[in-house]
């Protein structure tokens, strides 16, 4: 089954760290590819409150942005173990995870995130 | 040719429960061999019909009569007044010519023309009469007295609740004077599908609440598969006072679950999970609802997940669509009232028919030509040394620019010219160091439009757009798809054969993206695709992790289909493309027999999955001659 989580790490490095360690190999090329299947969408610092700008765009106010790096994650095909538990490659996120009463500022096509919450 | 053909696509496209079907022909005998398609999340494709539809919905609207526009058969006998009979006539009454007409002397429960329609006084029926010979008065219908409102010659149309078997068509008082003819009457909603309580009426091919509290309009069986997400649409408008209504899903004995209140006119599309024996899906005018309203057009579809996606953009046969994971930054993609807005922008209508074939394209104005007049969004994207794509739907006359920006000091965009039909408009560009924040706009500085019709935006950090991914409020990732695992070894001859696809990349980028015939490993594969050069296409065959051929093709344009075909047999390995030998490898082992067992859209592993548009693949069991290879790839 599939789960929808949302997280927040101190830092960029962290987020990434953690991406990482889910599994990821290089080809021939020396690109890096990752070997799961989960859908991973780095948010990063994400505005808090919008900036205000005059009506050529020009920035009167900056937003204010989280001080969080966020990241969203569709996680895949996780299993119910024997105990009822959800098992899978998201319980090493748990310290990282959030949860929120909204759908947030990010989505994945057509789920709900109230409904898939890990 | 050879025997024992793999066969996709070609225009003939086969799925089967959301999976696509690879054909599998032996002497005339065709038989199915199945992909597994993933994809987490929904995506949109461009149908047969050149509408923007979404992949995993079921074709099947589970609402029965969601326009609200059956009616039954016609009950009257002899409306057309042919002869002077199966009607029973009071005071006044005459046929004659073809009409029957009230001379004025008709009054009250003596002045009626009747028929026994033998009505249930529990349904809705549907009347229409044509009026000839018009001098004076009205019509009324049933013991009721319900005024047809008659002031001339004309055709009128009435829905009434009966309240006898009988059809009455009655004069009384001022004493009507004039003929009828084309007398019609037909029950509303035949079927039964839609159970309505007090002040619910189907009329002019409309669900109506009268605006009585707390009352239902049920259908049942509707959300039958318990966990399934479904896809409801609706639309509502308002007669008269403030809108409160509720729809949900469920029934009293095991209680409702609300998909979403709705306070204000519009057309709606709403998701929902089914939850356990509530079936039923309900309209409910809330407590605090002073309106009269009007509901119609209700669709509800079963989301289904991992389906294939046909796309037919630019062509009639269609091809396989596969693409990596994207969000669109644009937080309102349709909704255009929650862009920017300067100079004299306005957003002068909202319900222009749009690519989806839904009423929810936006006609914005107040364009000059003069510049100023924007229309734009910021994203709260950093956009600095990235690529980015800025896609919309426009139509229209004169042209427009398109640009995105780093609202700092640089601008990408282009004029382009608006097209009386719908077009899809692309804008890429790699920004500087100079940190900004993201901004899509349309505006008329150098265009001449004054106005314009929009929909559908979208922007993404890719080098090309994707399919369409819709937004509202939020910015939205559509999932990156595999499809793999077709056949089995019998169906693939490891010795010799050809594979053959016309194929054609997303974008010219450095990625390797390929398909493969393999046992499941990189070890012991025949891939093809498009390598991390510039346009090239090309085919390795790998036996016990060792290249033996490796064939490399740089063609005009890789986002456009080429049609390619490798032949494999030891010691003798040729690519063909369009139509010409581009490549031969006269040297390089197969593998053992039995050794391929699936045709993947990767690596064979789960690696380089293949992201492009796909029109047909073949897989031969033999080794095709030249000229047989020359005639397939032309």
């Known amino acids: 089954m599939n789960k929808i989580g949302k997280y927040e790490f101190t830092n960029e490095s962290t987020a990434k760290s953690k991406i990482a360690a889910l599994g990821a190999a290089t080809d021939d090329d020396g690109n890096t590819y990752p070997t799961h299947k989960h859908c991973i969408v780095e948010l990063g610092n994400i505005v808090i409150t919008p900036g205000d700008y005059d009506e050529e765009g020009n920035e009167l106010e900056a937003p204010v942005l989280s001080e969080m790096y966020h990241v969203d994650v569709l996680w895949k095909d996780l299993t119910i173990n024997e105990d009822g538990d959800l098992d899978g490659d998201h319980d090493a996120w748990d310290a990282y995870k959030v949860d929120i009463d909204s759908e947030g500022v990010h989505g994945f096509l057509g789920l709900s995130y109230a409904d898939m919450k890990v | 040719m050879a025997e024992g053909i793999l066969k996709l696509g070609e225009g003939q496209w086969g799925i089967k429960d959301g999976n696509l079907l690879l054909d599998k022909e032996v002497a005339g005998n065709h038989l199915k061999r199945e992909f597994t398609v993933t994809r987490g999340t929904r995506a949109t494709y461009v149908g047969r019909d050149g509408l923007i539809k979404e992949s995993n919905l079921q074709d099947v609207n589970l609402v029965n009569n969601g326009d609200f526009s059956e009616l039954g058969i016609e009950l009257i006998t002899n409306g057309s007044f042919d002869t002077d009979s199966d009607w029973t006539k009071d005071t006044g009454w005459s046929i004659a010519n073809g009409v029957a007409s009230q001379d004025g002397t008709g009054s009250g429960n003596d002045g009626d023309i009747i028929q026994d329609l033998n009505f249930d006084t529990n349904k809705i029926y549907k009347l229409v009469l044509t009026v000839t010979n018009y001098t004076q008065g009205t019509l009324y219908i049933d013991t009721t007295n319900i005024n047809l409102n008659i002031t001339s010659n004309g055709t009128y149309t009435l829905y009434f609740t009966p309240s006898s078997s009988f059809l009455y068509i009655r004069t009384r008082y001022s004493g009507f004077i004039g003929s009828i003819d084309n007398v019609s009457v037909k029950e509303v909603d035949p079927n039964d599908y839609w159970n309505l309580g007090t002040g619910w009426s189907i009329e002019d091919g409309k669900l109506k609440s009268d605006g009585t509290i707390n009352v239902l309009a049920i259908q049942e069986n509707v959300f039958s598969q318990s966990g399934s997400t479904y896809k409801i649409t609706l639309d509502v408008n308002v007669v008269s006072g403030s809108l409160s209504t509720r729809v949900t899903m469920g029934d009293s004995v095991h209680g409702y679950t609300t998909i979403s209140n709705i306070t204000s006119e519009g057309s709606y599309t709403l998701y929902a999970t089914a939850v356990a024996n509530q079936d039923n899906l309900n309209f409910t005018t809330l407590s605090d609802n002073t309106a009269v309203y009007t509901i119609d057009n209700v669709s509800v579809q079963e989301v289904k997940t991992d389906t294939p996606r046909i796309d037919f953009t630019d062509n009639t046969d269609g091809h396989l ?11 309102y993609s349709e909704d255009f009232s929650e862009w920017t807005k300067t100079g004299g922008t306005t957003v002068s209508a909202t319900n222009i028919l749009s690519p989806s074939g839904e009423n929810n394209g936006t006609n914005i104005s107040g364009l000059s030509g003069s ?7 910021i994203t709260g994207q950093d956009p600095a040394s990235k690529t980015y794509s800025a896609s919309v739907y426009l139509k229209g006359n004169g042209t427009l620019r398109l640009q995105i920006s780093n609202n700092v000091n640089q601008g990408i965009g ?20 100079t940190s900004g924040n993201l901004s899509v706009t349309l505006d008329d500085n150098g265009g001449t439009a004054t106005e314009y019709k929009v929909w559908g935006a979208q922007m993404e950090q890719l080098s090309y757009a994707t399919s369409y991914i819709p937004t509202n409020g939020s910015t939205v990732t559509r999932d990156a798809e595999t499809c793999t695992g077709a056949g089995e070894a019998q169906d693939f001859n490891s010795e010799e054969g050809v594979l053959y696809a016309e194929i054609a990349a997303l974008d010219d980028s450095t990625t390797t993206t390929i398909f493969s015939l393999s046992n499941g490993t990189n070890a012991n594969s025949l891939y093809m695709g498009f390598s991390s050069t510039s346009n090239t296409i090309q085919a390795q065959l790998v036996v016990g992790n060792v290249a033996q051929t490796n064939m490399n093709y740089v063609v005009t344009d890789r986002t456009q289909f080429n049609k390619v075909a490798v032949l494999y047999q030891n010691n003798n390995h040729k690519m063909y493309i369009n139509g010409s030998e581009v490549a031969v490898d006269t040297s390089g082992s197969v593998p053992s027999a039995n050794t391929f067992d699936r045709l993947n859209f990767d690596f064979g592993q789960g690696s380089f999955d293949f992201y492009g548009k796909c029109k047909a693949i073949r897989v031969y069991k033999k080794a095709l001659s030249d000229s047989e290879l020359k005639t397939l790839t032309s």
Do not use: A
């Open chain 2, 321 to 331: 669509l596969l693409e990596p994971q994207s969000t669109n930054l644009v937080t």
């Open chain 2, 414 to 433: 282009e004029i382009i010219t608006l097209t009386s039909d719908w077009k899809r408009h692309t804008v890429t560009g790699t920004f500087n160091s």
């Open chain 2, 371 to 377: 510049g100023g007049n924007d229309l734009y969004l």
